[in-house]
């Protein structure tokens, strides 16, 4: 039974989970595509500058710099001409004395209808396409964030974050993972400077999988030489980010945010801009223009890597890509639209997507004095 379909699905049932207890490079990396228009614009480059309740998602620390009144974040994407859709929603609620915040972040990255051609093919040869049926492939996250005021002096003040994530994965009826970790995180602000620090998955992240097969189901993967998984446990190794920003002003009411960001993974060599053993580094770069603090213009780049020329035949010829991002906002009272137009390729293969987020401050009405007062 020749099935080439088959590899499809076993791309997405097998994504290097035969073995226990082991680390993946590329694991969840559904947590690592972004939240929020105005960080994706940036290159990813948020960690120190953070302020709103997408700070949950980059640097729980920044969730200190909400205000006073809860906050709501949202954002929907497409990937890929839509097949892959990504949803994210959070809420941050500051504390009655200003000093703390809490905040929950909620993240979904679902492919549907993806085709199961496990039973195409009939015992006698023949196909029956009949039998082709739809399943999705979905990953959730759940961030449960606590932010507080450790020191503030002058124009200054040191903020401290945590978060507590659990993670489900689905692929169809086949394959459920449920997973757990925790984030810290540090951020200064100053007037004009800014830096940050989040670790990532500090307590080791895992995914716990299990499979559920029909004995048919079982007889096809073995028949088409495909393994059967079996329950395993797949792990994330920690991540440091750090970051340092500053804000210059180029008018009385304009004025540029510069970030940068470097991304520190312990889990051997990467394709990026310093690459070891045990030690790699990929920066990120992000600039803002802020128009009275209600326009904004916004660039940046990530994901520096070396790739071979395109047009070199003999393929030795080496090039820097990397993948560019650039958005625009604007603000209105207690409502922010953020827009995003970022690569998912790099910039010699574009494959561009369009983001939008919305912000809300949940500003409660004030009463009426009446008139004996």
Known sequence: MNMKNIRLLALFLLPGLVGYGQFRKYSNEFLNIGAGARGLAMGGAQVASVQDGTAGYWNPAG?????????????HAS???????YDYASLALPSSDKKRVVGITALRFAVDDIMNTL???EPDGSLNYNNIQSFSSADYGFLFSYAQL?????????????NAK???????????????????????????WQWGIAARDVTTTFNTWSFSFTDREKEVLYLTNNEIPVKSTELTAPRLVVGLGRRFALGKQIHLLAELNADLTFDGKRNTVLSADPVSVDPKLGLELSVKDQFFLRAGVNNFQRALADGDTLNQ???????????A????????????????ANQSNPLFTHVFS???NLVANKPKKSSAE
């Open 63 to 75: 969730l200190m710099g909400i205000g006073t009144v809860p906050q709501i974040n949202l954002m």
């Open 79 to 85: 990937y890929f001409a839509g097949i892959g859709k």
């Open 119 to 121: 039973f195409l093919v």
């Open 150 to 162: 450790l020191k503030s002096k002058g124009e200054g003040s040191l903020r401290f974050g945590a």
């Open 166 to 192: 659990v993670i489900h994965r689905s692929v169809g009826k086949f394959a459920k993972a449920w997973g757990f970790g925790a984030d810290l995180g540090l951020q200064y602000t100053s007037k004009t």
């Open 317 to 327: 010829k080496r090039v820097w890509i990397f993948q560019p991002g650039a958005g």
């Open 329 to 344: 906002g604007f603000r209105i009272q207690q409502a922010t639209i953020d827009y995003a137009f970022i690569n998912l």
């Open 358 to 360: 919305f912000r809300l």
